[in-house]
Every structure is written in C-alpha cells, then in structure tokens.
C-alpha cells in the first residue's frame, strides 16, 4: 500500500527528516530519505500546482499561523486587488478557492478585472503583423499621462476589452493641453500685472462676489466630488468621466468669458479675484489629478507653489458648491445655445446670420434669470437686448430683422476680428498699445467705422487711430464685400 505524507510545517520537516535546510525547493529535497511507520519515505519527485502557491499568498507571505498572527489577521482581507480577466481561471479562482477553503471567506474586500488592449481594429496585438503603433513611441508623441488617462478613463477597468487607435490618446492629449493654455495665459497676464499669490490655498467661494468665479469654484468642488465617488467605489471610468468636460467648461467658458476681466478691467478688486479665482482652480485642479496624469500635475504645481510635490500632499478637503450658480449658469448657456441656433439658416431661401453681426433681440421661456446673465446671454448670441417671456418651457429665439445701424455694427465687428488677426501676424504682445491707420473706399464702412471709432478703439487697444506711416504692418481684407486696408504699428 503507498503511504504519503504532507508536511505543514519546517518543524515538522525538521522532526521527520532530522535536517532543517535553507531551501525547502525541489532540488534541496529530492535525495532526502527518513523512515516513517516501518516505510521508506522519499519526496515523489513533483510539486504542487503553483496557483497553489499564489492562491497562499495572503496569508503565506507572513508565514502565517506559525508568526506573525496579529499582522496576518489585521490586513485580511485585502483592501483591493487587480489583474486581468484571463485570471478569472488563475490568481483569483485560486485566492477564492483556498482562502474561502480555509477562512470562509473571500481574500479582497474591493477587486477591478481589467480587459485586454487590442488593436485599433478590435484584433489581438501583433508584433508580426504590427498592426499597433509602439507604445513608447506614442507616449514621445503625446504624452505619458495622456496615455495613462485614456487607458484609466476607458473600458478596460471594468472588464471590457479596450480597442487602441492613436487618435484617442492624441484627442486627450489635446484636450489636456487646455490646462496648460490657461496656466499660460495666467501667467502671461499675472506676469504684466505684477500679480502675485499671497500662499493660501483654502477655499476662495466665500469670499468670491463675481458669479463667474463662484461657478467655476464650483464646478471644480463638484469635479472633485465626481472623482472621490468614483474612486470610493473603484469605479475610475466613472470617477474621470467628468474631468474633460471640466477642462472644456474652465477654458472655454470661465476663462473665456473672463479675458477682459484681466487685461481691461479697471476694478482692481475683480481683477485680483479673477487671477485668485484661476491661480486656485489651477492648482487645485494638480492635486486632483495627480493621480492619474502625475507628470502634468507636478509640473503644474510646482510652477503655480514653488512647494517641492504635489505627490507628498493629503488629498484635498472637498469645499463648498454654490447650486443656485450653477443651476443658473446652465440655463444661461442652454438659452445660448439655442439663441445661436436659432441664427443659423432654418430653410434653404434663409441665410445663416454670423455670429458677429449683432441682432436686436432674443426672447426666452422657462425661469427668469438675473440681469447678470442676461448680459452673459445677449454677449454670447450678439443681441442688443434679452426679454423674458411666460412658459415652462425652456424656449429661445431671435429677431432676424436687420437694419442699417446693426449692420454697420457687424461690420465693425467684422474689422475688429481682422485687426486682432493683424497684430498676431505683426508679432504683437496681448497688451502691446497700437497706432492704428484704416482705409476703405466703401462710404457705409466709413461711417461704421466712424459711428463705433470708440469701441473699436477699445478692444484693438488702439492708443492713436490716423494716418498711414511708413514702416506700419500692413494687411488688406473685405469687410462685407468692400475692400478695407489695415495698417499698424506698435505705439
């Protein structure tokens, strides 16, 4: 009759054989013989399936019962645990299979099963067909982190496969690329207005008067709100999704819609709470994503602090939401956004009607909004005035009537446009005053230009508006059909 006996323990090991060794692996044991109820014993000569091994590992890495008890018992079972889904039939069958075994119960508390990254076309990567870009030649390209973010914010951690084309890691490296284009017009603008930050970076909503600033600080706070769930439930497609429509929100909108509070505004207040407002949104914005794009988020942090890592901070503390903000700023921007559909063409026999070409007005339903963002709204869509009107709901439309005075002002606007494209081309600093010559043989440009000299004046930062001087940067361009000669030079 064969007899086989298992031993559970080095001392038991120690006890049948008379040898304690350093190494209990195949070769160390093999020639080793002891005798045990009248037989001759010897190792069969095979090892145990290693997910055997692997299935152990929570509780055999602390060579546990034998030490280590109280720190054994303290980290089962595991906070988290993460591998792919071929180990559906590896590690974590075998980590179920010999935990609950043994314990009755399973080894982790919280588990992501990761799919596979395939091919653009949904194949399996091939190095012999090479039907996949190298993936250190796609990070050179765009980004480590852009990388980084597209593979956490995709499928993949929720057990899906994940198809990789270039272009999505492109799409979000462009996409991240806005926060550097507002940390550069931050520091551009801070840098000519000598702004400096004053080292705190609490909570600013409180103290923020300028709705704008309170929807932005907002939006921020409820980002971060987004992100913690997520990441509390080990859910990171969730918790990222809302991160670019925040970059898109931040850029698009707040600092957009904030430019000429920081190169125009004469209120010195708003001015320091428009830089305090984005200099916070920057860098709090660093720290929630350090996480997931640590490259971008330290570099970012350390220009906007000086301190040494954003990587050695405690997560931030979650601050305040104004709701009635950003129930309001929707509504506006869902007005806008049908006040600008509204201008485009609704039948073949019906122009669309450019954006820059003012209208008199826009009338809307739902709630009544404030005269701020009224404002916001007339601004946005181009209209001389915002009028509400009784219905639930939410409705926008514009009067199409045009008449000479609107048009001339289009076509002021018009010249605007080309004047700012002119000092780009011209090689111009933003905040560079001009000396400014116009000229056109068009009597109705003339006399537009005549009517809006002031405004036009204003945003081309035209410190003298007249004649031609040679040496000027000069461009030609139509303005509604008539020919119009630009010419400037810096004042």
Known sequence: ???????????????????????????????????????????IGKVLDCWFESGSMPFAQFH?????????????PADFIIEAIDQTRGWFYSLMAVNVGLFGKAPWK??????????ADGKKMSKKLKNYTDPIKLMDETSADSFRFLLLASPLTTGENFALADRYVVEVSRKLAMIWNMYDFFTMYAAVDGWEWKGSLDDPLEGLE????????????????????????????KALEPVLPFLDDASNWYVRRSRRRFWKSED??????????????????????APFTPFLSEELYTKLTGDESVHLLDWPQLGGVDEAVLRDMAQTRQVIEQG???????????????VRQPLSQLSYSGRKLGAYYE????????????????????AADVDKNITPELQREGMVREAIRAIQNARKQAGLNVDDRIVLHLQTASQELQKALKEHAASLRAETLTQQLGAF???????????????????????
């Open 1 to 43: 009759m064969e007899v086989i006996k298992v031993f559970g323990s080095y001392d038991e090991f120690e006890q049948a054989t008379g040898q304690r060794l350093d190494d209990y692996h195949l070769p160390q044991v093999m020639d080793i013989e002891f005798e045990h109820d009248g037989a001759t014993m010897r190792h």
């Open 64 to 76: 546990y019962p034998f030490e280590n008890k109280d720190k054994f018992e303290s980290m089962f």
């Open 340 to 354: 600008l559909a509204a201008r485009m063409r609704t039948s073949p026999a019906e122009e669309q009607i450019k």
């Open 469 to 491: 001087v040679d040496g000027m940067f000069r461009v030609e361009t139509k303005i509604d059909g008539s020919d119009l000669l630009i010419a400037l030079q810096k004042a």
């Open 210 to 237: 300028n709705p704008l600033d309170r929807w932005v600080v907002s939006r921020l706070h409820q980002l971060q709100q987004h992100i913690e769930q997520g990441v509390d439930a080990y859910d990171l497609q």
């Open 110 to 119: 919280n588990l992501i099963c990761t799919g596979f990254i395939n091919a």
């Open 268 to 289: 010195d207040s708003d001015k320091n709470e428009a830089y305090r407002t984005l200099h916070y949104v920057l860098v709090r914005l660093s720290m929630l994503l």
């Open 375 to 394: 404002a916001i709204i007339a601004d946005e869509v181009n209209v001389k005035n915002v009028h509400f009107i009784d219905g639930k709901q939410l």
